[in-house]
């Protein structure tokens, strides 16, 4: 399923799972009892993936130096898993674990930023709340996915607007 999932297949059905597994789809069903034990199985295999990459200390000194670095991380976790958070995105109004695995990634998310920044920045709501917007995933995937634009455009992209975010602070 995961890889269906990373060639684009956004919803693959369980028939298409085991034609990919080159197993029947009794097999599909008796492995997986229910599609909430799939979903854990695919989660578990993705944070395995990204995890060493998301907790690696950032090396830079500064918060504004390591605002970068963090940038430039996210962007490579981000292009790793846009595949997998899409689908996942799509069915987690219809399940309660993947639900709760998107409220733990944007948990995620907004510690790792409020870990670097100054007080000063995470006291003005406001500035902090677009920080995390535009150095979000849904950021990456708009600029990946619906404006078309390269990895490389995109980190700059990003890294331009948190730029003139922070412009004078």
Do not use: C
Request: net charge positive; aromatic share 6%.
């Amino acid at each position: 399923m995961l890889g269906l999932i990373r060639d684009g297949e956004m919803h693959p059905s369980a028939a298409q799972v085991a034609d990919r597994a080159g197993v029947s789809l009794r097999t599909v069903f008796r492995h997986f009892e229910e599609i909430e034990s799939l979903n854990r199985e695919i989660g578990a295999i993705i944070e395995d993936e990204i995890l060493p990459m998301a907790l690696k200390p950032l090396e830079a000194r500064g918060w504004r130096a390591q605002l970068r670095e963090l940038i430039a991380r996210r962007a490579e976790i981000y292009e790793r898993i846009m595949p997998i958070r899409i689908a996942a995105s799509i069915r987690r109004f219809q399940s309660d674990y993947l639900m709760d695995d998107y409220r733990r990634f944007v948990t995620i998310e907004r510690a790792g930023l409020e870990s670097l920044l100054p007080k000063k920045i995470r006291d003005r709501k406001r500035l902090f709340a677009a920080l995390e917007m535009v150095t979000g995933f849904q950021a990456w995937r708009r600029l990946r996915q619906d404006q078309g634009l390269s990895t490389g455009e995109s980190e700059a992209v990003i890294a331009d607007a948190v730029d003139r975010l922070i412009a004078g602070l």
